[in-house]
């Protein structure tokens, strides 16, 4: 199913992960590579500034980079983060969206997604149906957000948050 009845208020937040270092040197598994300093201070302003959003809904791929990005925004909700195997990297955007949509369609209002670097441009990418180029969008840097409002058209209004200073 590709979506379903949606509310004028269903609106979709994707979060790019905040900073975790670099994948180059973390000796572990790169899905247990977690966030830095930086990227802690980065995930408790991105909670501050999604509470004006009022989100009722928390997805996440599964790294652990992920998770710890949302963890703050969750535990200021009471919400629990579902971990969602199309959000992680490497992930199909047709994929990734169609779950997305089966989601808040599922749910009463704001969703929020974090993912990774290949998958939220992948997503964007796919919602301009091609019709403008990937460098029309800024570029969604660690930490960085987009708000999806209007998900039932195509494409759906877009807005680009920077990531926020640590």
Same mark, same amino acid.
């Not at 990005?69 to 983060?81: D, G, K, W």
């Not at 840097?141 to 987009?146: A, I, L, P, Y």
């Given at each position: 199913?590709?979506?379903?009845?949606?509310?004028?208020?269903?609106?979709?937040?994707?979060?790019?992960?905040?900073?975790?270092?670099?994948?180059?040197?973390?000796?572990?598994?790169?899905?247990?590579?977690?966030?830095?300093?930086k990227g802690e201070q980065q995930a408790l302003a991105i909670a501050e500034?999604?509470?004006?959003?009022?989100?009722?809904?928390?997805?996440?791929?599964?790294?652990?980079?992920?998770?710890?990005?949302?963890?703050?925004?969750? =535990?200021? %909700?009471? +919400?629990?983060? /579902?971990?969602?195997?199309? !959000?992680?990297?490497? @992930?199909?955007?047709?994929?990734?969206?169609? =779950?997305? %949509?089966? +989601?808040?369609? /599922?749910?009463?209002?704001? !969703?929020?997604?974090? @993912?990774?670097?290949?998958v939220i441009p992948g997503i964007i990418e796919l919602l301009s149906d091609g019709s403008a180029p990937h460098s029309k969008y800024p570029k969604i840097?660690?930490?960085?957000?987009?708000?999806?409002?209007?998900?039932?058209?195509?494409?759906?209004?877009?807005?680009?948050?920077?990531?926020?200073?640590?």
């Amino acid at each position: 199913m590709m979506g379903g009845a949606f509310a004028s208020s269903d609106r979709i937040i994707l979060v790019r992960h905040a900073d975790a270092g670099d994948r180059g040197v973390y000796e572990q598994p790169d899905y247990l590579r977690p966030l830095t300093a930086k990227g802690e201070q980065q995930a408790l302003a991105i909670a501050e500034i999604l509470l004006a959003y009022d989100p009722r809904q928390i997805v996440s791929s599964r790294a652990k980079r992920c998770l710890s990005t949302v963890a703050p925004l969750a =535990e200021r %909700l009471s +919400l629990e983060i /579902e971990e969602v195997d199309e !959000l992680f990297e490497g @992930s199909d955007p047709r994929e990734s969206w169609s =779950e997305l %949509l089966d +989601l808040v369609a /599922e749910g009463n209002g704001t !969703l929020v997604a974090c @993912s990774h670097g290949d998958v939220i441009p992948g997503i964007i990418e796919l919602l301009s149906d091609g019709s403008a180029p990937h460098s029309k969008y800024p570029k969604i840097k660690k930490g960085s957000m987009v708000v999806l409002s209007g998900v039932e058209q195509s494409p759906p209004d877009m807005r680009f948050l920077p990531a926020p200073r640590a």
